[in-house]
């Protein structure tokens, strides 16, 4: 993969920059940017390089960096709820299973009902399946999605 994407920088980084705006920014920085020099010249701008949890994350790189309690043990309570905020409005199920299995105190009725708003109803499955108790508030907000 490392030469054939070698290969399209140098003859085609138009391409290869259109591939790239097709993918949340946090994908091309774990997953395109990483695999050679020439794409990570290439895939160089800010908007390469930010990483937002509030968009889908690649699971390998979020379970590395938030994949163990210890990585909790500094945030207060309303960071961890914050996080879990920003990991449901992602709508990424895998990622919010991980902050819940790792931080379970931080889930409140505010992050259901965004969530609920942004019509991630799996986030909610999987968050009432460990827990979390779904209030009229979300429930309101997830049949007005539809």
């Known amino acids: ?15 290869l920059e259109d591939i790239a ?17 020439d794409t990570a ?4 701008a800010p908007e390469y390089k930010a990483v937002r949890l509030s968009q889908s994350c690649p ?16 945030l207060k309570l309303s960071q961890r709820q914050e996080l879990l905020a920003l990991v449901a409005a992602s709508g990424d199920v895998e990622n919010m299973d991980c902050v819940m299995a790792h931080a379970p105190d931080c889930w409140s009725t505010a ?5 609920a708003r942004a019509g991630h109803r799996d986030v909610l499955r999987s968050m009432a399946a460990k827990g ?3 209030d009229a508030h979300a429930l309101d907000a997830a049949a007005g999605t539809g």
Request: proline share 5%; net charge positive.
């Open 111 to 115: 992050t259901l009902t965004s969530t």
């Open 59 to 74: 699971a390998f790189a979020f379970q590395a960096r938030w994949g163990c309690k210890s990585a909790y043990a500094q």
């Open 41 to 44: 010249g290439l895939l160089n």
């Open 132 to 134: 979390a108790v779904i």
């Open 1 to 15: 993969m490392e030469a054939s994407l070698s290969l399209l920088t140098t003859n085609c980084p138009e391409l």
């Open 21 to 37: 705006s097709f993918l949340p920014a946090s994908h091309i920085a774990f997953g395109l940017r990483p695999v050679c020099k």
